[in-house]
């Protein structure tokens, strides 16, 4: 890793939360540095335009260029829009929180979401993050891409229990990610949150690629198998229609809307 780059990345993403203009000794007691090294460092900043500086108090504040590539980057992956009539019909079919959510390694990050009006309901946030292989969402996505035990291990490293019910072995992921493409969708049974269950479905585009997975969060006491197989249906019917909306098209055939895998399972050396 270069130390310097992070240094620089580090500071940029540290003065954008602040929502302040941030003076030498700031950074520098943030990062524990010297001050002449907070110098340099904004200094770079500035030069490369990342950062400007107030020529009176000579205090420091992010540039407009990070809201740039922000909205560039909002535009490229914008497909919550297109998708949110659909997370929205659900939502008020069946009374549950929905999300959308995205694969960003071995985490999943909630683009949008619905919460349920019920008394008793899950909790999720727009921006959260949770670990891909204990959430649905996250299991649906790593399934769409059929990966082997080698890229599963590539991405997701150490499979640590975030609950008793957690999966902490490679070979039951796989065999789980197998269940999934079978049945079309994901579950989780309080893997990530005690009391939190969850059911996720990938979103294909026009060609054939999965942008993401439409979830859903349900609280275990309404969480029996036939109320989650009901559900499961919705969400697939959810997921089909979205994956329509972008394009993709459906098989007349009965299908899953997980595509079967042809990449076949490697083992670990």
Known sequence: MDSTLAKGLAAIEWMT??????????????????????????????????AVQDPETSAYRPSLRLFELGALVSEATDVGSLLRPHLAALAQQTGETIHLAV??????????????????????????????????????????????????????????????????????????????????????????????????????????????????????IRFARTQARGLADRLMACARDASVTLGYRVSPMPATPLPASTTRRRRLE
């Not at 943030?30 to 460092?41: D, P, Q, V």
């Not at 997701?156 to 957690?166: P, V």
Request: net charge positive.
């Open 17 to 50: 939360r602040q929502q302040r203009a941030c003076r030498v000794t700031d950074l520098a007691q943030a990062f524990g540095m010297a001050r002449s090294n907070a110098h340099r460092t904004l200094q770079t900043l500035v030069g490369c335009g990342w």
């Open 103 to 220: 694969l960003d390694g071995a985490e999943i990050v909630y683009l949008d979401k619905f919460d349920s009006p019920l008394p008793v309901a899950a909790y999720s946030r727009i921006g959260g993050r949770a670990a891909a292989y204990c959430v649905a969402s996250g299991k649906a996505l790593l399934a769409a891409a059929a990966p082997d035990l080698h890229a599963l291990h590539e991405r997701l490293g150490t499979l640590a229990a975030h609950t008793k019910n957690s999966i902490t072995s490679f070979d039951a992921l796989v065999s789980e990610l197998e269940r999934t493409r079978v049945r079309g969708y994901a579950e989780n049974r309080e893997e990530w949150r005690l009391g939190v269950c969850g059911l996720g479905v990938p979103v294909f585009n026009a060609r054939g690629e999965v942008v993401a997975a439409v979830g859903m969060s349900v609280p275990s």
